[in-house]
């Protein structure tokens, strides 16, 4: 089992910043892939960004390339969203997964980001 729980949220205008946390406990070594994807109200979810566990690649959706950066800190482990320039199409329940070598997705509750104009 793994568990997740986001911390971060807020409101922001248009142009801010925000950071997400994402505790991870459990057994975190049936981990392989550590990620962020975010809900619209009225939209499906979308895929954000992933970072493996071992070896630590990232990738980026297109939307948010060069404006939000996925990392982790392995030793607290502790997933991170770094968001910058936050646009309020950005405006979503972000929510952290695990994706497992076996199994199903584990996920946390979400956190809600709102930016203004």
């Known amino acids: 089992q793994v568990q997740l729980v986001e911390s971060g949220g807020g409101s922001v205008q248009a142009g801010g910043s925000l950071r997400l946390s994402c505790a991870v406990s459990g057994d975190v070594t049936s981990i392989k892939i550590l990620g962020w994807s975010r809900q619209a109200p009225g939209k499906q979810r979308e895929l954000v960004a992933t970072?493996?566990?071992?070896?630590?690649?990232?990738q980026h959706a297109d939307s948010v390339e060069g404006r939000f950066t996925i990392s982790r800190d392995n030793s607290k482990n502790t997933l991170f969203l770094q968001m910058n320039s936050l646009e309020p199409e950005d405006t979503a329940v972000y929510s952290c997964?695990?994706?497992?070598?076996?199994?199903?997705?584990?996920w946390g509750r979400g956190t809600q980001v709102t930016v203004s104009p």
């Open positions: 970072i493996t566990r071992v070896g630590l690649s990232t």
């Open positions: 997964y695990a994706e497992p070598w076996n199994g199903a997705y584990y």
